[in-house]
């Protein structure tokens, strides 16, 4: 997987949009930062220069078996790690398994999401 199938497949769900949130940070990893939100809140974020790994949104029940289970998942990467998992690419994370993970983050993220919020997608 590469970076522009990643981004198409991310913004192919329903509500979603991207943005570079951190332009300004000193910071140049983090820079490079873009995140798909649906409504305004994140569901991935991914580096598009260098693309080593994406960090989603997981159920905490299931956190610990995929980090037990795949070496290229971690907790996530500056973010609450009980919710929060990274994935890297070109690891042992087969590509199908990154994009069902994305799919069920971007589910979570939506099921947070107000009535009205949801009927507005």
Partial sequence: MNIEDF??????????????????????????????????KWFCFVNIELFDFCCIKCDPDESGELQTSYI????????????WISVYFNQDVPDGKIKELVSKSYDIVVRSLT??????L
């Fill in 72 to 83: 290229g998942i971690k907790p996530g990467w500056h973010m609450n790690k009980k919710y």
């Fill in 115 to 120: 009535k009205k919020e949801r009927e507005m």
């Fill in 7 to 40: 981004r198409e497949y991310c913004m192919s769900f329903k509500g979603v949009h991207e943005k570079m949130p951190f332009p300004n940070v000193a910071d140049k990893y983090s820079r490079d930062v873009i995140c798909f939100y649906v409504a305004d």
